[in-house]
């Protein structure tokens, strides 16, 4: 950094970074990114979660920086309101300058914690529309976001989705996800995956990336599937994540004669060997903010299929650095991914402008160095209402 705040220049500036858990998901990800991108000669990283659990942990323990947990079962009892003293005390008793909370309930408990503490800077984020949110979990994200100095979003879509929802446009920052390429490049064959799944060594091989919820529109992908099938039947469909809906799918994938073609793997941690193993990366969500299935399929050199909804847009050329297709359309979704299959020059052209998009447009140094930006320029000018509020 070239220069921090005349008033700070004494110290790093103390930052505490707080997510739910720090199991494998989009926005659990970027915040570890950030934690291990943030420039310790200016800032002095502090993590926070609910929950002490999750694949990534070992990546912030590997950073030896302070963790505090504050484990809370709802958001409604008395003892969620003891464990929100405890953050206020924490934050008072190591001076933390920034707070900055990531998704529903960490922002729900944490800013209201943060205002009491009186901290300087107050910075949330969302990475969703709230599609999957009640009409009173909007609500109350939107009064509490009132508290902060401003909102952090990774996409232009929920930008223009809060905004709607009655958000303040000046609070809204816009700060895409970033991507280190390199970790998503493997070897073909190297890893002994298809021999591990039963996948023919010439088989094209479909992979969807996903949490498996009903907003990921996975029950789409599967009627494809089916349609794809019939004209190419040594293709092979490969379902990797888990969740709820697991069991309702894999039903659908019976029902539609797709036993033998489709794999449901389950929950997986070695995402750029099944890359490597693709010949295309197909997200159906019904709803998305700015996905990292996306920018790691293109990263990987997996030419992409996305629906047109949310961020998806904001990533993808249609038709350029890869295919947009309508949601619940399980029909153009097959047509696009046979074209794509039977074309290899269509199909390499995608993968090479894919790859080139994502290193001009979503790199995580460019990412981390707009959170730093962003840290600097809240705490040079704190909403005076939350420094009225300090305690002393």
């Given at each position: ?44 990283l ?27 079962r ?32 960490t ?65 809204l ?50 009627d ?29 994938a ?31 969500s ?55 299959l ?25 990412s ?13 000018a ?11």
């Amino acid at each position: 950094m070239n220069s921090t705040p005349e008033q700070y220049q004494s110290g790093r500036i103390r930052v505490l970074i707080m997510l739910t858990s720090f199991q494998i998901g989009g926005t659990e990800r970027q915040v570890v990114n950030v934690a291990l991108g943030l420039d310790r000669g200016t800032f002095d990283l502090h993590i926070a979660s609910i929950h002490r659990y999750g694949a990534l942990m070992k990546e912030i323990e590997s950073l030896d920086v302070p963790h505090a947990s504050f484990p809370i079962r709802s958001l409604y009892r008395f003892g969620t309101f003891m464990q929100a003293l405890r953050l206020a005390r924490y934050i008072r008793k190591h001076r933390i300058q920034v707070v900055h909370t990531y998704g529903l309930y960490t922002n729900l408990f944490a800013i209201p914690a943060a205002k009491l503490a009186g901290v300087p800077a107050i910075i949330a984020s969302i990475r969703d529309r709230g599609d999957i949110l009640t009409r009173s979990q909007r609500w109350f994200q939107r009064q509490v976001c009132r508290l902060a100095d401003c909102i952090m979003v990774n996409a232009d879509a929920i930008r223009d989705t809060l905004i709607r929802q009655g958000y303040r446009a000046e609070s809204l920052k816009v700060i895409r996800n970033g991507i280190v390429p390199s970790r998503f490049r493997s070897s073909p064959g190297a890893s002994g995956i298809r021999q591990e799944l039963g996948v023919p060594a010439d088989a094209p091989v479909v992979l969807v990336l996903s949490r498996l919820n009903p907003m990921k529109g996975v029950e789409y992908f599967l009627d494809a599937a089916a349609m794809v099938a019939r004209d190419l039947p040594n293709a092979r469909f490969l379902i990797v994540g888990d969740g709820l809906n697991k069991f309702p799918l894999e039903e659908r994938a019976a029902a539609l004669g797709l036993t033998n073609r489709v794999i449901f793997t389950g929950f997986r941690t070695d995402v750029p060997q099944l890359l490597s193993e693709a010949s295309l990366s197909v997200l159906p969500s019904l709803s998305e903010g700015l996905s990292n299935t996306l920018l790691e399929s293109m990263a990987a050199g997996v030419p992409v299929i996305a629906t047109q909804v949310g961020g998806n847009p904001e990533i993808v050329e249609d038709g350029v650095s890869g295919v947009l297709v309508p949601p619940r359309d399980a029909s153009a979704l097959a047509a696009a991914m046979t074209r794509l299959l039977v074309n290899p020059v269509l199909a390499s052209a995608v993968r090479e402008a894919a790859q080139r998009r994502i290193a001009e447009l979503f790199s995580m140094q460019t990412s981390i160095r707009q959170v730093e930006r962003l840290y600097l320029k809240t705490i040079e000018a704190p909403n005076p209402y939350l420094a009225e509020a300090a305690i002393p």
